[in-house]
């Protein structure tokens, strides 16, 4: 009978759990990004920029290198200078060699 009511009360703690986290509510993404001050931050982490869409990413000097998320594109779109939807993209002409 202790096995079942450990089982029961297991449940029960998990449900509650549960609908603790639905009324209080999970962090969106745009709690998540991360804000950085400077492109040589942000590309420090992510070398040929953010883009807020894959269209967006399209038109960068390296669109296969560009990490696209809305939301961390949005924490750091300060950082876009020429407005394209990229922040912190890698100017023109600029080879990144892979060793």
């Known amino acids: 009978m202790t096995k079942f009511r450990f089982a029961l009360a297991s449940v029960v703690l998990i449900v509650a759990l549960a609908s603790l986290a639905l009324v209080v509510g999970v962090g969106t993404a745009d709690a998540r990004a991360k804000h950085y001050h ?33 939301a961390l594109y949005k924490a750091n779109k300060g950082l876009d200078r020429d407005h394209d939807g990229v922040a912190c993209e890698l100017p023109p002409g600029v080879v990144i060699g892979v060793s």
């Open 38 to 70: 400077s492109c040589k931050q942000l590309n420090g982490r992510y070398i040929a920029g953010v883009a807020k869409s894959r269209r967006a990413a399209r038109h960068a000097p390296a669109p296969s290198l560009v990490y696209v998320n809305a």
